[in-house]
Structure formats: structure tokens, C-alpha cells
């Protein structure tokens, strides 16, 4: 069964920085591609960013582009999202991502 769990959500203030991890299991992590989405309050899911199995291509959003950064560590199957320069725009909660499969999500929230 896949199983993706994240974590490293909170509160934080305008122009903070935070990590989420997503640690996967159930299915061969190191072969798949990864994403990241967020679904704010009262809006649909919105793409954040995506990464290539080997880790070597990465893509993100124009909203977050140059303030998150996706990377991967395959040896211990987990999937990490660094934010910085948070704004209260990218409050929502931020969802792991493997095909047709997502996590049970994690709140970030960013408010003075």
C-alpha cells in the first residue's frame, strides 16, 4: 500500500522559512516522481513543484520559484520541500505526490 507522510508544517512569519519532509512507502521511491501541491483555504489544489526520480530535474510554480527549492534523498525515501521568504500567500496545506496518490497533507500557515 502507498503510503506518503508529511510533516515540518506550522506557523510562521512573513518572510520565514520552513521545511516539510514527505517519507514514502509501499512502492519503489527511488523510481518515481515527486511533487509537491497546496490547496489554500477555499481554493482548488494548485502544483507547487515536481522533481525526476534521480532527482536531477526539478520544476516549480512562478509563485514560488527562487523561495522553494524540491529535492529528494533516495537512500532514506523521503522528499523534502525548503521554503523561504514565506509570504501569507503561501499559507495552505501542502500535499505530497506520487501519480494518483497524496498524503494526508501538512499546515503551513504564515502570519505575523
Known amino acids: 500500500e502507498v503510503q506518503l507522510v508529511e510533516s515540518g508544517g506550522g506557523l510562521v512569519q512573513p518572510g520565514g522559512s520552513l521545511r516539510l519532509s514527505c517519507v514514502a512507502s509501499?512502492?519503489?521511491?527511488?523510481?518515481?516522481?515527486m511533487s509537491w501541491v497546496r490547496q489554500a483555504p477555499g481554493k482548488g489544489l494548485e502544483w507547487v513543484s515536481s522533481?525526476?526520480?534521480?532527482?536531477?530535474?526539478?520544476t516549480y510554480a512562478d509563485s514560488v520559484k527562487g523561495r522553494f527549492t524540491i529535492s529528494r534523498d533516495n537512500t532514506k525515501n523521503t522528499l523534502y520541500l525548503q521554503m523561504n521568504s514565506l509570504k501569507p500567500e503561501d499559507t495552505a496545506v501542502y500535499y505530497c505526490?506520487?501519480?494518483?496518490?497524496r498524503g494526508q497533507g501538512t499546515q503551513v500557515t504564515v502570519s505575523s
Open positions: 522533481i525526476r526520480n534521480g532527482g536531477g530535474s526539478t
Open positions: 509501499g512502492f519503489t521511491f527511488r523510481y518515481s516522481d
Open positions: 505526490v506520487m501519480g494518483q496518490k
